[in-house]
């Protein structure tokens, strides 16, 4: 009876468009932004950050720009993790190159520079398609992680071999390096993903979205229509791989803080973001975001119930951790193929027409 | 009536006259195959042209030479009185030419509207950032080309799906939908591969229908293969007929019924 969209008319093209076109949508997506900016900063504290705030939003970034590429456009990635990395890196040579530059701005060139380097492991795409791409990917994820082990001037040729995040603010407060300070941290990275979120929509909404969509669904019919397929493959690897190299800068720099990149942005990467956009459902941009949750809180959520609430041993809760996350990974998609997303989408029609049936 | 003359009469009284696409001596080979063996013909702005002939006859090939799927080895293509040169389907498909498929290639995955909308992709050309924020230029072509978008769906009375993900319709709504997304790139030759295939009596009077409508009122060029004879006979107004890769009539649907060898390759002399 609440949720429904009769009586709700649109009058313009414009209004029809829009991203929540049933105004329940557009209240809650409001409160919920709301409760994001407003509510959560005077709460946060160290614990909540770092165990479920950070990784929740720059995995969704992550998440958001794999889905764009696989979700959107059909080509399957297993390089994220590598991506990530370039990001994170080039947001370090940045950082350190140029420290009087602002760090905002730092990560978002590290996007770009992500993005170029994505467009030119895409290349491959316009010739081999499916598992073959795949493979393709994975030999972006081994080498790229290779370069940055071996080649010193990437790490400034530090003893260790590790990449640190100098310590850096914005407006005064400081958002990386050690003592942070949780809220500003949050909020820094609360905005990438906004304004992630609401690009990312932009773009699949509109002639791009279409593009790269009619690429997935059906590439012979696409070309016949005249869609360019290398410009949209391409743009595609683009625009993914610069949202994937902000969630990599964003890892490094606010929230790991210190990284070997083979320990931080192993094949182990790759496989958690595609199983966020799996799980979460396959071309939506909500999905990208209960799919980075999915996988971010559960973990969490079980030690806190198996060890805080019970009482288990530590290494046993580790074990059946496993297990658990495993096990609902497959039952969710038995029950939903295409993921949270479609499961909330069945929900939200069948909550038109409640109470009534028909 | 020769494929010379500089122009003719319709049945219902119009005057078609100027060449839109003029193949000459068209040939394609699969390796050692002849597929299409030397064909010449025209279509002329504002018919219908219907190209039938038995099953394997090349008929799909000759569609897929105009659309720019395959270059074929001999020959001419020449469109809107320039001869064209290779190109890629994409790129005959922005110089105006749209198609549907035997088998329905729309893209199931997307709604109707989104479907329709990929027709518009070409005339779309807001840069991406624009696009990335939804402002100025981006946003104003969306509108537009729903505008555009939305009188093609009224015309062919698809309103009510238009919200619809394609993968849920009936078959014959689907190839409705897929000459929406045809038309709605306003082409100058829109090409139709067996347009009725697989429906019952009343979907195919719907489609001719809309084809005649399309032609009518749009002014749209159609060339299309079907095997319907009688929807053929209908509807065209000039007809090709091949047979094993060859041309073996050309003329009005009266001509063609009447020629010897195309009763022999085709219609059947056995009902006489």
């Known amino acids: ?358 | 009536m020769k494929d010379t003359a500089e122009s003719y009469v319709t049945e219902d009284g119009r005057t078609i006259g100027e060449v839109i696409l003029d193949l000459r001596g068209i040939t394609l080979r699969f390796g050692g195959v002849e597929a299409i063996k030397n064909i010449s013909f025209d279509i002329r702005k504002g018919e219908i042209r219907a190209i039938i002939g038995p099953n394997g006859a090349g008929k799909s090939s000759m569609l897929n030479v105009i659309s720019g799927f395959y270059n074929p080895q001999e020959g001419e293509v020449w469109f809107r009185g320039e001869r064209r040169p290779p190109m890629k389907p994409y790129q005959v498909a922005r110089a105006g030419v749209a198609r549907t498929f035997q088998n329905i290639a729309l893209f199931e995955g997307m709604t109707v509207l989104d479907n329709i909308m990929t027709g518009r992709l070409n005339d779309m050309s807001a840069g991406l950032l624009a696009q990335a924020i939804w402002k100025g230029k981006a946003e104003r072509e969306e509108i537009e080309n729903r505008e555009r978008a939305e009188r093609i769906i009224d015309f062919l009375e698809i309103q009510h799906i238009r919200k619809t993900p394609v993968g849920r319709l009936p078959y014959g709504l689907k190839k409705r939908v897929e000459l929406a997304r045809a038309l709605v790139a306003e082409p100058d030759l829109l090409l139709l591969d067996e347009p009725m295939a697989g429906m019952n009596v009343e979907e195919k009077e719907d489609m001719s229908r809309y084809i005649l409508d399309v032609n009518d009122e749009l002014g749209t060029t159609i060339a299309l293969i079907e095997h319907d004879m009688g929807v053929v006979m209908d509807l065209s107004d000039r007809v090709v007929v091949m047979d094993y890769g060859r041309k073996i009539g050309d003329g009005t649907p009266d001509e063609v019924r009447g020629n010897q060898e195309v009763i022999d390759a085709y219609l059947g002399v056995a009902h006489d």
Request: aromatic fraction near 16%; charge should be positive; hydrophobic fraction near 55%.
């Open chain 1, 1 to 358: 009876m609440l949720y429904r969209e009769a009586g709700d008319f649109k009058t313009t093209y414009r209004e029809d468009g829009q991203t929540f076109p049933i105004r329940l949508d557009r209240t809650a997506y409001f409160a919920i932004l709301a409760v994001a900016a407003l509510f959560v900063p005077f709460v946060i504290n160290d614990y909540w950050l770092n165990a479920v705030l950070l990784p929740f939003l720059i995995y969704a970034i992550a998440a958001m720009g794999l889905n764009i590429l696989t979700g959107y456009c059909g080509q399957v990635s297993l390089g994220t993790g590598a991506f990530m990395a370039v990001g994170a890196y080039a947001c370090y040579k940045l950082m350190t190159a140029f420290p009087d530059i602002n760090i905002a701005i730092h990560i978002v060139l590290s996007g770009f520079i992500t993005a170029g380097v994505g467009m030119l492991f895409g290349l491959p795409s316009l010739r081999i398609k499916g598992f073959y791409l795949a493979v393709a990917t994975l030999a972006a994820q081994f080498f790229l992680v290779w370069l940055f082990n071996r080649v010193p001037w990437f790490y400034n040729y530090s003893a260790s071999g590790q990449i640190n995040a100098p310590e850096r603010t914005l407006a005064g407060f400081r958002i990386t390096g050690p003592e942070t300070q949780a809220w500003a941290v949050y909020l820094f990275c609360l905005v990438f993903v906004v304004a992630s979120a609401w690009i990312c929509r932009n773009l699949t909404r509109g002639a791009m979205g279409r593009k790269w969509m009619a690429i997935r669904d059906m590439d012979i019919a696409a070309e016949i229509i005249g869609v360019n397929p290398l410009r949209a493959k391409l743009s595609a690897f683009g625009v993914s791989s610069f949202f994937v190299g902000i969630s990599g800068a964003l890892f490094f720099s606010v929230y790991l803080g210190a990284v070997e990149v083979g320990e931080a942005f192993g094949i182990n990467k790759s496989f958690l973001v595609l199983f966020m956009v799996i799980i979460g459902g396959l071309g939506s941009i909500l999905g990208s975001f209960l799919g980075a949750a999915f996988m971010v809180l559960l973990p969490v959520l079980l030690k806190n119930v198996l060890v805080g609430g019970l009482g288990w041993p530590t290494d046993l809760a580790a074990h059946l951790e496993y297990m658990i996350v495993g096990g609902l990974i497959i039952f969710f998609l038995i029950v939903e193929p295409h993921g949270l997303a479609q499961l909330w989408r069945i929900t939200k029609e069948k909550l038109r027409l409640w109470p009534f049936p028909h």
